[in-house]
């Protein structure tokens, strides 16, 4: 249920509507927007008598939702969420750039291909330390040290760093990693989107590969329930009966998710497509449809990367597919290089 009160409201009146609410049972969630205020009604909201609030002086009008995510939901909290990562502000209209190798495999290869990127115009440094790998028999990442890589590759540049985590046990690793990447196969670990809910630092989570845009929003709400709010939302591709790509880019998902919810939505067309020459035209596509910003991957030598090479980009593609996409966004979010 949410609460949408009157301009100003009287203080005193207020905090009793609030009192009185959290002696039912319900937590409140309070979004003070530029010109509204709205009280989120969380909880069993079956014994809040609709009519009774509705008639309270400080009240404008009140609305039962049927949404299950409360702390996502756009209609709690109309106003787009701007998530500061290590100064890179992400949302609300805004485009940022993340791009870097899908795994991290020696210091000179991050080095390079992070100054190589952050010159083309990335806005954050990504690169996997823990590779989810479909073979156990294939690379699996650099684990710990690939992490100190990426951290003296930030030094280097001073870009931001986004990684994914694989498991819970590994969070104090993550300690200095500017946004915690959870992926694809991990978007339903709920005991991990539990423990990353608890932590204040902000998170990338990607939609599942055969996941619907509410079982993403309810994943978001697992980390949001916990008292982070900071998720970045990940448009990935989704499997279909399509082959020749890697995945099917949902593109739909980009402005049905911005009216679901505030959170920012970026798109990964590495992932979705899984075939290089289709990486610039997807992420155009994206930029056009409203997305936050795009994550993408890049290599210095795709023909010899040890992980996704197929849908890397060299660098100088990356400086390419940057000038395209900002030839499609409006003038004051272009990427400055
Ligand atoms: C990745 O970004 O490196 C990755 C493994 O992506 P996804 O989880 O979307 O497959
Ligand atoms: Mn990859």
């Keep these: 249920?949410?609460?949408?009160?009157?301009?100003?409201?009287?203080?005193?009146?207020?905090?009793?509507?609030?009192?009185?609410?959290?002696?039912?049972?319900?937590?409140?969630?309070?979004?003070?927007?530029?010109?509204?205020?709205?009280?989120?009604?969380?909880?069993?909201?079956?014994?809040?008598?609709?009519?009774?609030?509705?008639?309270?002086?400080?009240?404008?009008?009140?609305?039962?939702?049927?949404?299950?995510?409360?702390n996502a939901n756009r209609?709690?909290?109309?106003?787009?969420?701007?998530?500061?990562?290590?100064?890179?502000?992400?949302?609300?209209?805004?485009?940022?750039?993340?791009?870097?190798?899908?795994?991290?495999?020696?210091?000179?290869?991050v080095c390079s291909i992070a100054e190589s990127v952050k010159s083309a115009g990335a806005h954050m440094l990504r690169g996997g330390a823990f590779k989810p790998r479909t073979s156990p028999y294939a690379?699996?990442?650099?684990?710990?040290?690939?992490?100190?890589?990426?951290?003296?590759?930030?030094?280097?540049?001073?870009?931001?760093?986004?990684?994914?985590?694989m498991d819970f046990s590994q969070i104090s690793l993550f300690e200095e990693v500017d946004m915690i990447q959870v992926g694809a196969r991990n978007m339903q670990n709920f005991e991990l989107l539990k423990e990353l809910g608890k932590i204040n630092k902000p998170i990338l989570l990607k939609r599942g590969l055969s996941s619907t845009l509410q079982e993403l929003l309810m994943s978001a709400e697992y980390i949001m329930a916990g008292g982070n709010e900071q998720v970045v939302l990940c448009e990935r591709g989704i499997r279909t009966f399509e082959t020749i790509t890697r995945n099917t880019l949902d593109l739909s998902a980009v402005p049905l998710l911005k009216s679901m919810t505030h959170?920012?939505?970026?798109?990964?067309?590495?992932?979705?497509?899984?075939?290089?020459?289709?990486?610039?035209?997807?992420a155009m596509a994206?930029?056009?449809?409203?997305?936050?910003?795009?994550?993408?991957?890049?290599?210095?030598?795709?023909?010899?990367?040890?992980c996704d090479g197929q849908q890397s980009l060299t660098p100088e593609a990356f400086a390419d597919l940057?000038?395209?996409?900002?030839?499609?966004?409006?003038?004051?979010?272009?990427?400055?290089?």
């Design 1 to 70: 249920m949410i609460v949408v009160l009157k301009d100003n409201p009287n203080q005193k009146k207020l905090d009793n509507l609030i009192q009185w609410l959290k002696s039912l049972n319900i937590d409140i969630h309070v979004s003070e927007g530029r010109n509204t205020t709205i009280l989120g009604l969380i909880g069993d909201t079956s014994v809040v008598d609709i009519d009774l609030i509705s008639a309270l002086d400080i009240v404008e009008s009140v609305k039962r939702i049927t949404e299950p995510y409360k």
């Design 139 to 165: 690379f699996q990442g650099m684990r710990e040290k690939g992490i100190e890589i990426l951290l003296e590759a930030k030094k280097l540049t001073g870009l931001p760093i986004v990684s994914e985590i």
């Design 75 to 109: 209609k709690f909290h109309p106003d787009d969420t701007v998530l500061d990562i290590s100064g890179v502000k992400i949302g609300g209209g805004s485009f940022h750039f993340i791009a870097g190798p899908c795994s991290v495999e020696s210091m000179k290869q």
């Design 322 to 337: 940057v000038n395209s996409v900002n030839h499609i966004l409006p003038h004051a979010y272009r990427s400055n290089r």
């Design 286 to 306: 994206a930029a056009a449809a409203g997305a936050d910003g795009l994550m993408i991957e890049v290599h210095n030598d795709p023909a010899n990367a040890l």
């Design 263 to 282: 959170l920012p939505v970026i798109v990964d067309p590495s992932h979705a497509t899984g075939l290089s020459h289709l990486v610039k035209p997807m």
